[in-house]
């Protein structure tokens, strides 16, 4: 029995019963984006989180069936590019099954450190370099070290929860 199977027996819990769960869950949503040898890709993603601020790292969670995972893989950099409101078409295009020229074409981009897409408007761009890749279930865990990031604090946030985006409003200025 492999080790899959063996953590399939010891939950009850369905694929289906974890979603509906994790449904519940509000997440800031995110397109990461890479340029390097193996070439251009981006997809969006709510599975991203903060892990150390010494040395600055978060990490991203990709699925290997994707598309975009042997892009990633190879380039080993990567830009987590944090999404603002009004950023929901953006996100659904970066969201599977779109050609990736077209996705890129629907907004500007720059580059800081790595060359990998920088997104024009994000709330926030972390450019990083991959450190380490932890495969887990059907996913990839990419931690992700920052050498460079900017910021926007002008613009509100955007939230994926229930199944749908939600706008977050920044505190009034106090
Ligand atoms: N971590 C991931 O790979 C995520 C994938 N998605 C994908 O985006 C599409 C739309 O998602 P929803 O409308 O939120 O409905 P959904 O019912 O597919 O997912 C509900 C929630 O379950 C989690 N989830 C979904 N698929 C997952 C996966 N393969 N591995 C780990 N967690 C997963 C996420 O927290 C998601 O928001 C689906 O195709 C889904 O697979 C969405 C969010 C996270
Ligand atoms: C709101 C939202 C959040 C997503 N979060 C993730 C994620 O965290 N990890 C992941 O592997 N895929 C996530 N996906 C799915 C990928 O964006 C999608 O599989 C990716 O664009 C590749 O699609 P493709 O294989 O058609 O190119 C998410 C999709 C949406 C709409």
């Given at each position: 029995?492999?080790?899959?199977?063996?953590?399939?027996?010891?939950?009850?819990?369905?694929?289906?019963?974890?979603?509906?769960?994790m449904?519940s869950?509000?997440?800031?949503?995110?397109?990461?984006?890479?340029?390097?040898?193996?070439?251009r890709?981006?997809?969006?993603?709510?599975?991203?989180?903060?892990?150390?601020?010494?040395?600055p790292?978060?990490?991203?969670?990709?699925?290997?069936?994707?598309?975009?995972?042997?892009?990633?893989?190879?380039?080993?950099?990567?830009?987590?590019?944090?999404?603002?409101?009004?950023?929901?078409?953006?996100?659904?295009?970066?969201?599977?099954?779109?050609?990736?020229?077209?996705?890129?074409?629907?907004?500007?981009w720059?580059t800081?450190a790595?060359?990998?897409p920088?997104?024009?408007?994000?709330?926030?761009?972390?450019?990083?370099?991959?450190?380490?890749?932890?495969?887990v279930?059907?996913?990839?865990?990419?931690?992700?070290?920052?050498?460079?990031?900017v910021?926007?604090d002008e613009?509100?946030?955007?939230?994926?929860?229930?199944?749908?985006?939600?706008?977050?409003?920044?505190?009034?200025?106090?």
């Open positions: 029995m492999s080790l899959h199977e063996i953590a399939a027996h010891a939950t009850n819990v369905d694929k289906q019963a974890f979603r509906d769960a449904a869950l509000g997440a800031a949503v995110n397109i990461i984006t890479t340029n390097g040898p193996a070439g890709a981006g997809f969006t993603a709510s599975a991203v989180c903060s892990v150390t601020d010494a040395p790292t978060l990490l991203v969670c990709l699925n290997r069936s994707a598309s975009v995972y042997q892009v990633f893989r190879e380039n080993r950099q990567l830009c987590v590019n944090t999404l603002a409101a009004g950023h929901e078409t953006l996100s659904t295009l970066f969201g599977g099954k779109t050609p990736m020229p077209e996705r890129f074409i629907a907004a500007d720059s800081l790595t060359g990998s920088i997104l024009s408007g994000a709330l926030a761009s972390f450019d990083c370099k991959v450190s380490q890749m932890v495969s279930g059907t996913h990839d865990i990419l931690f992700c070290e920052v050498l460079a990031l910021r926007n613009s509100h946030g955007l939230a994926w929860f229930d199944r749908g985006y939600h706008h977050l409003m920044r505190q009034e200025a106090r």
